[in-house]
């Protein structure tokens, strides 16, 4: 697995490499030791089915917030429930001054 790895990172690093023919690429990969198995899943750029022949599992990841941002966002909804009732009383001030003339 390792020097797939290596190989990989090789090609990542390489701009030469990353745009090689699929001759040249095929040369590369067996001048590194890999595997015709490997090589082939590396030609059709199959990140599943590489993954699979080295023995990784599936893999998953989650995003989720932390506490402190779910507590800021509470408290802007206050802030614009707050906001949104002293417009509201301006606004009825502002229509019985006019109703008063």
Not at 70 to 94: A, I, M, N, P, V
């Amino acid at each position: 697995m390792g020097n797939v790895v290596e190989f990989l990172a090789r090609v990542g690093q390489d701009a030469a490499l990353r745009h090689a023919t699929a001759e040249q690429m095929s040369a590369e990969l067996e001048a590194a030791g890999i595997s015709p198995e490997l090589s082939a899943e590396i030609h059709a750029g199959n990140a599943g089915g590489l993954r699979l022949l080295l023995g990784q599992g599936v893999f998953f990841a989650a995003l989720m917030p932390d506490g402190p941002d779910e507590d800021r966002e509470e408290e802007d909804d206050r802030q614009d429930d707050e906001e949104d009732e002293e417009g509201e009383d301006k606004l009825s001030l502002s229509s019985e001054s006019h109703t008063r003339l």
